[in-house]
């Protein structure tokens, strides 16, 4: 059987991205600020089987950069030797909805028990009003488990 090449798609559909993208691990988005400095944020993600779909209270400063230029890099990564490191690359669409977005809340009771989940989301609720989801479709995806996958300075 042929090995899934770095970049493909099909790579989401592997064991080791399937755990990362189920885990507790907050992604990092890395995207182009308005001087054209690069940033990057750790921040919950929720994963719907095609696409990475993050919240934002829609005053957060990231949005404007985001509008500006979309591109952007998330990486979710495990600390415990040997390392996991999912890396996506896409396009961030930026949607604006009333509420507590339904993939946050669905974040929120992944990286929480379901007590602490409700309880954070009843005082963020109290805090604001709407959020604008950041939605980004796969484009490219890269996966290092460092036994079968390496980074490709040391694969053959």
């Known amino acids: 059987m042929k090995a899934v090449q770095q970049g493909s798609l099909d790579l989401l559909q592997h064991p080791a991205a399937q755990e990362l993208l189920h885990s507790k691990i907050p992604a990092r988005m890395a995207y182009v600020w308005m001087d054209g400095t ?8 929720h994963w719907n089987g095609r696409e990475i779909v993050m919240a934002t209270p829609p005053r957060a ?12 890099s998330l990486t979710i990564d495990e600390n415990d030797f040997p390392q996991k490191v999912l890396l996506i690359r896409g396009t961030a669409r930026l949607e604006p909805i009333e509420g507590i977005a339904p993939e946050y809340a669905a974040a929120s009771d992944r990286y929480f028990d379901p007590k602490q989940a409700e309880a954070w989301l009843s005082q963020l609720r109290m805090l604001i009003s709407s959020q604008v989801r950041i939605i980004v479709t796969p484009e490219w995806v890269g996966l290092l488990d460092f036994e079968t996958r390496f980074p490709s300075a040391i694969s053959s």
């Open 38 to 45: 690069p940033r990057v944020v750790p921040i919950w993600f």
């Open 61 to 72: 400063p990231k949005l404007k950069a985001l509008k500006n230029n979309p591109k952007v």
